[in-house]
Nanobody, 130 residues
């Protein structure tokens, strides 16, 4: 069973930065690593649907939504089995619960639909104050 655990959320003022982390625990004898399948960051504000932020697969990273392009960067550290989301120039609109997610199989491309991801972390809250 693939397991995910997020951390790094908190409260920050407008224009500030946060770096989220997601530890990816892989099943024993798995033929896939966290570099071979899709891992992604999503966020969800109260009363709104879950929104894709960014995803990374074996070769490419993907940013979803014009609102975060140029401000958020997804990356991973294979040695530590950890996914990161560096968030800069934060805005009040970025306030949400942030989740990491994974598709534990090889896919052609990483989707942005939350329903396509099979494994989820518990979430970490990000609050941006003006």
């Amino acid at each position: 069973q693939v397991r995910l655990s997020e951390s790094g959320g908190g409260s920050v003022q407008v224009g500030g930065s946060l770096k989220l982390s997601c530890v990816v625990s892989l099943p024993r004898r798995s033929r896939f690593s966290d570099s071979e399948f899709c891992t992604a960051w999503f966020r969800q504000a109260p009363g709104k649907e879950r929104e894709a932020v960014a995803a990374i697969d074996k070769d490419l990273s993907h940013n979803y939504g014009d609102s975060v392009k140029g401000r958020f960067t997804i990356s991973k550290d294979r040695a530590r089995n950890t996914l990161y989301l560096q968030m800069n120039m934060l805005k009040p609109e970025d306030t949400a619960m942030y989740y990491c997610a994974a598709i534990p199989t090889v896919v052609r491309q990483c989707p942005e639909e939350a329903t396509e991801y099979a494994v989820w972390g518990q979430g970490t809250q990000v609050t941006v104050s003006s």
